[in-house]
């Protein structure tokens, strides 16, 4: 086996609520500016949508934008802003040994002829073929290749012209994690040098809010921090893109490229979730990871999605270590595969910073210690999945 | 069972890595349940290919596919089938393999997947429970979707849900991982197994692929971006890969697993080694969402890593397991790929399409091409390329028309190519080199 080799993070890129680039969601956070969340646009579900924005910065091609939904845009988008972090965008000799791993979900539907197709099916005795012949001559071509969930990453290879290996993991938050994990252990290995990793969550649609609904966890009516949702709480979805750009230090080095950070550990695993669960497995990763922790200059930046009863689960193992904690989703919502990448993009701007936002909500606990240099990362799946890693400042 | 790793006399790769072992293998498909049914038909050159009898066929252009008839039952939704698939095809691999204990499979699962999401039939359901009398909107559903009548869908939708199932009933390790590559999911699911025996993180790893994504929606999608046959009469003649008168593929549900192994580890348990994972190669196109670059780099590169990986050259190949989708574009650049690739040599290499048989399995087509590929080597018997009456004069390679054929073969590559720019290139031998 390959002696692992130490891995950073040379780019970030970032598109939430809040907005564009790991500094203006750091600027949002330092302040302790109110969540942006929306209660009205699909009252009464609460939801966190993005600011107005054109994606002309990053896909400067209109044509190419036409052949995406937003889930695609944002991917892009946020994928394009790492890579410029990283300093590799527009360079093709590193681009084509740049491999990307990317965490996402099927593509968006089109409300507009779901819509009519539930009302006319209705009215015939054959629906079988009322839906095929609607299928037929209502679905836009193109609008397959903007649902495959592949087809984020075919895009990126479009757009930013990344051309190495390329995998796309489903499954909701573990597939953020596996993604990371999976990224960090092969360039820890040797076997890839670059990396993108990353996600985009698109959920602020009717869709995705209809697939949750059917386990009734859309959070409605009344926003509170995620702590604080109660057992009939939760999930504030969010529309977000999140992308990290992982590099061995060699490589990075080598090219004079800065380290954002160095992700020297990301563990993810599954259980049935009975319970307790969740908790003794969040502990295990916990264990795995202790003796590496400065526990002076560490903190826990949380990605707890405010459902119940997995917040409350991790909340008490975040109690047990004792070490400063802070969830994100209160400002920027949930983005489900896409949440984890983007808390350790935020957890790039913390260590920057070397400091701590203010806490928000019942379970963010203690006070920023002086000179942050780690930050343990939680990525729990709302029903299953649990993950956690280890990010250091680098020098 | 002695898990310790052997540190002297241990088989080692060419660039000093660890040999991935196949131990135990399972497939399914239109052709049948199991490998010895599989293989059996296959060889025979029979076809899987048949008219759709699941939903009515009013207006589609298309009416025929490789429907998995033996598993499917009822109305079985793409998840529902598709895990099935994966569970049957699972068993039978490890059943083969010997390896753990039962409800104990000691590695992680890799699983390529198609995506999941609300049927049409449950969203119909929904609007007549919102609306009795009037049209639906989303914004209706919503009010009655926590209804308990609607809560069993719930969980259907999540994307993790088939590998929660399955690492649950075979007790796989770690966070099992589903993942999508279009076309070449279910070699990427092999690599990535691959990859992570190669770092030491598992002495085994499942890989699995499987499809039963067959809904009018499916059709549909494919139909409209012209890539099916539309020769429905006969169905078992429409799948015609290489040919000069191809004119797209038949869309297949299909299924298969892998047990992939330290060799070293297969051996000292006693293991039957079924043939080596020798390499594995893959690069992305960044030319068009669903066309490859015209000047075929992509693929060629891909092949290339293939066998740079492995580390052997183009003349140590006896055979091409081809992705051979039978669409005009497909066809035509995995010629060019291969003639490229292999040059003067690619007249001594037969080239076959198992989905003149079987279809496109999509999600799984990579999978069961990896198991078919390996059951070659096995029999040094290469399964033929049906349908082959007239020969396309630009594609002049050997591809085994119509009749399978006794053949020494030591060393097999093959290739998935998927929407995206997706391109995976398997080798696979009987024997660590």
Known sequence: ?395 | MAASKPTTSAYRDKAGRLVIAVTGMGVITSLGVGKEDNWAKLTAGKSGIRRISRFPLDSLRTTIAGSVNDVYKDYMPPAELSERIALLAGEEAIAQSGIGTKGQFPGPLFLALPPLEIEWPYRIQMAEEATPNGDAGYADLMRVARKPQFAPIYETLKYGIIGEHLADHFGTEGSPISLTTACASGATAIQLGVEAIRRGECQAALAVGADGSLTPESLVRFSLLSALSTQNDPPEQASKPFSKNRDGFVLAEGGAALVLEDYDHAIARGANVLGILEGCGEKSDSFHRTRSSPDGKPIIACMRNALADAGVGPQDVDYINAHGTSTPENDKMEHLGVSTVFGEHIRNIPISSNKSMIGHTLTAAGAVEAVFSLLTLEHQRIPPTINHQVPDPAIPLDVVPNAARDSRVTRAISNSFGFGGQNVCLVMTREPA
Not at chain 1, 56 to 65: A, R, Y
Not at chain 1, 100 to 120: L, Q, S
Not at chain 1, 172 to 199: C, F, N, P, Y
Not at chain 1, 345 to 356: D, Q, R, S, T
């Open chain 1, 1 to 395: 086996m390959t002696a692992r080799r130490e891995v950073w993070i040379t780019g970030v890129g970032l598109l939430t609520c809040l907005g564009e680039g790991m500094e203006k969601a750091w600027e949002h956070l330092g302040r302790v500016d109110p969540p942006p969340y929306d209660d009205k646009s699909f009252a009464p579900y609460i939801v966190h949508q993005l600011p107005p924005m054109s994606f002309d910065k990053q896909i400067p091609k209109k044509s190419d934008q036409r052949q995406m939904e937003t889930w695609q845009r944002v991917g892009v988008y946020s994928a394009g802003l790492a890579l410029t972090d990283a300093a590799i965008a527009g360079n093709q000799g590193l681009l084509d040994h740049t491999d990307m791993i990317v965490a996402a979900g099927g593509g968006e539907r089109d409300i507009a002829v779901d819509t009519a197709i539930m009302a006319g099916v209705r009215k015939t005795n054959q629906p079988g073929a009322f839906l095929n012949e609607r299928l037929m001559s209502d679905l836009r071509p193109t609008l397959f290749l903007a649902q495959l969930p592949n087809l984020l990453a075919g895009n990126i290879s479009l757009v930013h012209g990344i051309v190495g290996a390329s995998r796309t993991f489903m499954g909701e938050e573990s597939a953020g994690v596996d993604a990371v994990r999976v990224a960090q252990a092969r360039i820890a290995a040797g076997q890839s040098e670059l990396t993108l990793v990353g996600g985009a969550y698109h959920g602020t649609r009717w869709d995705v809010l209809l697939a949750f609904e059917l386990g009734g966890v859309v959070l409605k009516n009344q926003f509170a921090p995620v702590w604080d949702r109660g057992p009939d709480g939760g999930i504030a979805f969010a529309t977000m893109g999140a992308f990290l750009v992982l590099e061995s230090k060699d490589h990075a080095m080598a090219r004079g490229a800065r380290p954002r950070a160095r992700i020297s550990q990301v563990l993810s695993d599954r259980n049935a979730r009975k319970p307790g669960d969740a908790e003794a497995t969040l502990r295990k990763q916990w264990n795995a990871v202790a003796a590496q922790v400065d526990r002076a200059h560490c903190a826990v930046i949380s990605g707890a999605s405010g459902l119940e009863p997995a917040t409350s689960a991790e909340l008490a193992v975040l109690k047990e270590i004792g070490l400063p904690v802070r969830n994100t989703g209160t400002y920027i919502g949930h983005g489900v595969d896409t949440q984890f990448m983007a808390n350790l993009g935020i957890g790039c701007a913390i260590l920057e910073h070397g400091k701590l936002f203010g806490s928000i909500g019942s379970g963010d606990s203690g006070t920023s210690p002086d000179g942050l240099r780690q930050l343990v990362v939680t990525g729990v799946g709302n029903w299953r999945g649990e993950g956690l890693a280890l990010l250091e400042r680098v020098s």
